[in-house]
């Protein structure tokens, strides 16, 4: 496979490369990942491309050897040099030994939990 650099802005003639995010086409099949070649910083990057049309920066990671993908934001309202910083981000969480999806659900919990004030006691 080729080497890709995902890119916003336009490709110049003759650069091979790179391929334009705008250019990329809605599967056929429920959704396709494409892997960001950009060196260091799109380790485990990829831009996943959804039957809908619906594209979502996703970064691939294996804790104890299971393949896992956090969704770090959608294309276009993330580019591919804000993905990569956020990435990179959660790559140094997981060096901490911290599951960056664990992280977010327990935060969705704690958010969700009434604080002692709003609750109603009948």
Same mark, same amino acid.
């Given at each position: 496979?080729?080497?890709?650099?995902?890119?916003?802005?336009?490709?110049?003639?003759?650069? &091979?490369?790179?391929?334009?995010?705008?250019?990329?086409?809605?599967?056929?099949?429920?959704?396709?990942?494409?892997?960001?070649?950009?060196?260091?910083?799109?380790?485990?990057?990829?831009?996943?491309?959804?039957?809908?049309? &619906?594209?979502?920066?996703?970064?691939?990671?294996?804790?104890?050897?299971?393949?896992?993908?956090? &969704?770090?934001?959608?294309?276009?309202?993330?580019?591919?040099?804000?993905?990569?910083?956020?990435?990179?981000?959660? =790559?140094?969480?997981?060096?901490?030994?911290?599951?960056?999806?664990?992280?977010?659900?327990?935060?969705? =919990?704690?958010?969700?939990?009434?604080?002692?004030?709003?609750?109603?006691?009948?």
């Amino acid at each position: 496979m080729p080497k890709t650099v995902l890119t916003d802005s336009p490709i110049r003639k003759g650069d &091979t490369e790179k391929t334009r995010i705008k250019d990329i086409q809605s599967p056929n099949v429920s959704a396709v990942l494409y892997r960001d070649s950009h060196e260091e910083a799109g380790k485990g990057l990829y831009l996943k491309v959804e039957k809908s049309g &619906t594209k979502s920066w996703v970064l691939a990671y294996y804790p104890g050897g299971k393949r896992r993908l956090r &969704t770090i934001g959608r294309w276009p309202k993330m580019g591919p040099a804000a993905a990569r910083i956020e990435a990179g981000k959660v =790559r140094d969480a997981i060096t901490n030994n911290k599951d960056p999806i664990e992280q977010r659900e327990a935060g969705v =919990r704690a958010r969700r939990q009434p604080s002692r004030k709003q609750r109603r006691h009948f």
